[in-house]
Nanobody, 126 residues
Framework: QVQLVESGGGLVQAGGSLRVSCAVS????????MGWFRRAPGKEREFVAA????????YYADRVKGRFTVSRDNAKNMVYLQMNSLKPEDTAVYYC???????????????????WGQGTQVTVSS
């Protein structure tokens, strides 16, 4: 069984930075994508960023492009989301997810992800 555990959320002022982390544990596996999603109060879950586990491919939602950076440390089985120039509208619960290789893959589609973390709250004050 694969487990994903997020950490690093918290309260930050607008314009500030925060890094959230995702620790991957369990049986040895090599996901195709590791993704970050978020859900704000009263809103649908939305794609934030993703990167390929075995290559350099990265993907970002337009609203975070240029501000957020997704990275990984395969040796430590860690995935990170560095968030800069944070805005109040970035306030949400942030989830880490892993997508296995399958016949249909899509970094931005949450329904194709196989494992999810419990989420970590990020609050940006104005």
């Amino acid at each position: 069984q694969v487990q994903l555990v997020e950490s690093g959320g918290g309260l930050v002022q607008a314009g500030g930075s925060l890094r959230v982390s995702c620790a991957v544990s369990g049986r040895t596996f090599s996901p195709y994508y590791m993704g970050w999603f978020r859900r704000a109060p009263g809103k649908e879950r939305e794609f934030v960023a993703a990167r390929s586990w075995s290559s350099s491919g990265t993907y970002y939602a337009d609203r975070v492009k240029g501000r957020f950076t997704v990275s990984r440390d395969n040796a430590k089985n860690m995935v990170y989301l560095q968030m800069n120039s944070l805005k109040p509208e970035d306030t949400a619960v942030y989830y880490c997810a892993a997508q296995n290789s399958k016949s249909v893959i899509d970094a931005r589609n949450p329904t194709l992800y196989d494992y999810w973390g419990q989420g970590t709250q990020v609050t940006v004050s104005s």
